[in-house]
């Protein structure tokens, strides 16, 4: 019989389907094999790692203090204390336990997906997935945006460049793209670089307006006065506090990714794939040393801003909007040091979003093409980077580049995560029987539970944003598995050795084959079956194997599958 020889695929074709990704495990597997041995990966120190992450979570201090000044006015430092609690005493203890649960880099998503099982389990993982992309795409849109208006509101561009913001902003994105297109390798030591290089700048600005805030004596009074004058009491004050500090939510960004990035710490030398302690352990660190560091820039961040710059200029047109520490280091350093200041805002904002890429490039191949949901190419690179890339330039587009009207949506889609990472871990508590732990982690999904709906209430664009997400990923889900319906979804076979010696019985001889819906499995079924068969079709003397199929989860669209073999009341093989 004469095989059909498929044309060889188009450049284009070739280039943009090229190394296609095997997460998930599709059934291309088993003919797809590299071509070279690929390099073991050595891993990195978990403080050079932690810049990795770093990118995303330390460069929201680019909008941060901004954005908690618009939302809290003179009770930003205040609300930024109850958020510091929230982040040690909450989001650090949880995503400590998602580190120790899931040491791969699967993060909470992979613990809920290993939790709940089935439909409710994969329609869950959906609901999660739509959040997350919220996030990491807000994270690359929010992020160019603060990007560009850093450049915009440089003195020294200002005039060139004013009413250019949604352009640079696109150009940005494209440039993210671009780079992905080409071939991106996450650089550490970039990372290392520009991590260490803005922190340093932070520093300095924050002692500087420290020493400000300290040598003009009427500034604290002044803000304690009002404060007074608006609030009445320190109780009222705190209470307010608690009210308004889910809408300083984005300081809480970086966990998810903080276990993300676990496959690339070293760990020991005696670390296995089952138990990677060291890289548990190191990662452990990374998080904790990254949320101390934060929760330091923080506070004095928003207390030096809130106390040193006028409350107009933290509105939308106002030099400080969406640049308050920048317009910091302009008034009180000068226009060099203030350009040096915005260069390295822009350049690790710009990282940050090719983190956020990473991130999603690693996340919807793991699970979308597994579940039968999206076509195959889904594991390629480059046809996923131009989807987020267009969808990046819708979300800019409807928010017009603002960084104050993404806040809200990135906010919804953080708070979403944290709050499915505590009740992932209250769950892996509660079945380890820590009793303690399941309360402490029950209590902190509360306050985060509390938070995301403090948050969608006050700006609902972040869950709307979200919802959509969630039902376009459906949509095409089902869309994608009806399409899909009569691939092969074997991704390996597997034969126990009674499986292999029928196999090897077989092969020198005519055998039939009887698929059986098995019941009773007693002695009768199987004689009734022979027996209806050789009636039907007329078979006196052929020899017979029955073939029984249990499907575990229907759920599931790619699968192993285990053939076990076994010879039933002395007589029939199964």
Avoid at 235 to 255: E, R
Avoid at 491 to 496: A, E, G, H, K, P
Wanted: charged share 15%; proline share 5%; aromatic share 8%.
């Amino acid at each position: 019989m004469a095989t059909k020889e498929h044309p060889p695929p188009s450049r284009l074709r070739a280039w943009m389907l090229e190394g296609l990704s095997d997460m998930g495990k599709g059934h291309d597997t088993l003919q797809e094999q590299p071509s070279e041995p690929q390099p073991e990966h050595k891993g990195q120190p978990w403080y050079r790692v932690m810049c990795l992450t770093g990118v995303d979570y330390f460069s929201t201090l680019g909008y941060q203090p901004g954005i908690a000044a618009l939302a809290a006015g003179l009770l930003s430092p205040i609300a930024t204390i109850v958020l510091v609690i929230v982040t040690l005493a909450g989001a650090l203890p949880v995503y400590r336990r998602v580190a120790e649960e899931s040491p791969h880099g699967e993060g909470s998503i992979a613990m809920l997906e290993r939790l709940l099982s089935f439909w409710q389990g994969k329609l869950f993982v959906l609901t999660l997935l739509g959040f997350a992309a919220t996030d990491f795409l807000i994270t690359i849109t929010l992020s160019a945006a603060d990007a560009s208006t850093h450049l915009v509101e440089n003195p020294h561009l200002n005039s060139a460049l004013h009413d250019k913001q949604m352009l640079i902003t696109l150009i940005l994105v494209a440039l993210l793209g671009a780079v992905f297109l080409k071939g991106f390798l996450e650089a550490i030591g970039v990372a290392f670089a520009l991590v260490g290089i803005y922190l340093s700048l932070n520093v300095v600005v924050v002692i500087v307006g420290l020493w400000h805030v300290a040598t003009a004596g009427h500034v604290i009074t002044d803000w304690s006065s009002a404060l007074t004058a608006e609030h009445g009491s320190v109780f009222a004050m705190i209470g307010v506090a608690l009210v308004v500090f889910p809408k300083l939510a984005l300081g809480l960004s970086g966990f998810e990714t903080g276990v993300a990035v676990m496959p690339h710490v070293k760990g020991d030398q005696d670390d296995t794939e089952e138990q990677p302690t060291g890289r548990i352990r190191d990662t452990k660190k990374l998080l904790s040393t990254a949320a101390i560091i934060m929760s330091g820039f923080l506070i004095t961040t928003s207390f030096i801003t809130t106390l040193l710059i006028p409350e107009n200029e933290f509105k939308p047109g106002g030099q400080a909007n969406g640049r308050a520490l920048a317009y910091l280091a302009h008034h009180y350093l000068g226009g060099a040091f203030g350009t040096v200041y915005d260069v390295s805002t822009i350049a690790i904002l710009w990282f940050a979003g090719a983190s956020a890429m990473a991130g999603l490039l690693n996340l919807m191949p793991r699970y979308l093409p597994r579940y039968g949901m999206a076509p195959h190419w889904a594991r390629a690179v480059r046809p996923m980077v131009i989807v987020f890339t267009l969808i990046a330039f819708l979300v800019t587009w409807i928010f017009d580049a603002s960084v104050d009207a993404q806040g809200g949506a990135y906010a919804t889609g953080v708070l979403v995560l944290i709050s499915s990472a505590a009740i992932a871990v209250t769950i892996a508590a509660r079945k380890a029987g820590q009793k303690k732990w399941t309360i402490g982690f029950a209590l902190i999904s509360a306050v985060f539970l509390y938070t995301t709906v403090v948050n969608v209430i006050e700006r609902p664009d972040g869950v709307k944003i979200g919802a959509c997400f969630i039902v376009g990923i459906i949509l095409v889900s089902l869309l994608s598995r009806l399409a899909r319906a009569f691939e092969l979804r074997v991704t390996s076979v597997s034969l126990d050795p009674m499986a292999e010696r029928f196999i090897r019985d077989v092969a020198s001889r005519k055998i039939r084959f009887i698929a059986n819906e098995p019941d009773q499995r007693d002695k009768a079924e199987y004689r009734d079956k022979i027996e209806q068969i050789r009636n039907d079709n007329d078979l006196p003397g052929e020899d017979f194997v029955f073939v029984e199929v249990t499907v575990l989860d229907p759920s599931e669209f790619e699968a192993g599958l285990t053939v076990r073999g076994e010879v039933l009341h002395n007589r029939y093989r199964v």
